[in-house]
């Protein structure tokens, strides 16, 4: 069993930034991969970031060059680094993990994902 706990969201501008991050439970958070998603008003839940057990990383289209994830084995936390937020990045962000994959396409789905956190909400509005 894995426990997910988010952190790190609020208010912020326009063009501001914010770090999530998600400490997990459990011994086994080296074996898994981890995952990002957020879900708008209104809006299916949907993709924004993954990062593998080997650290191969995967991004939304709609967040890359603004959005960085990356992951502590040691800490067992993984971190969504948020710049040059826009207004349609506000969203309840949940971190997920996933204990079994075959290939980077599968963590962009979030069927893949056994374990989800209680998200944090993220606004950005002037």
């Known amino acids: 069993q894995v426990q997910l706990v988010e952190s790190g969201g609020g208010l912020v501008q326009p063009g501001g930034s914010l770090r999530l991050s998600c400490a997990a439970s459990?011994?086994?958070?080296?074996?898994?991969?981890m995952g990002w998603f957020r879900q708008a008003p209104g809006k299916e839940r949907e993709f924004v970031a993954a990062?593998?057990?080997?650290?191969?990383?995967y991004y939304a289209d709609s967040v890359k060059g603004r959005f960085t994830i990356s992951r502590d084995n040691a800490k067992n936390t993984v971190y969504l680094q948020m710049n040059s937020l826009k207004p349609d990045d506000t969203a309840v962000y949940y971190c997920?993990?996933?204990?079994?994959?075959?290939?980077?396409?599968?963590?962009?789905?979030?069927?893949?994902?056994?374990?989800w956190g209680q998200g944090t909400q993220v606004t950005v509005s002037s």
């Open positions: 997920a993990a996933a204990t079994y994959y075959t290939s980077g396409y599968d963590l962009r789905g979030g069927s893949t994902y056994d374990y």
């Open positions: 459990g011994r086994t958070f080296s074996n898994n991969a």
């Open positions: 990062i593998s057990r080997i650290r191969s990383i």
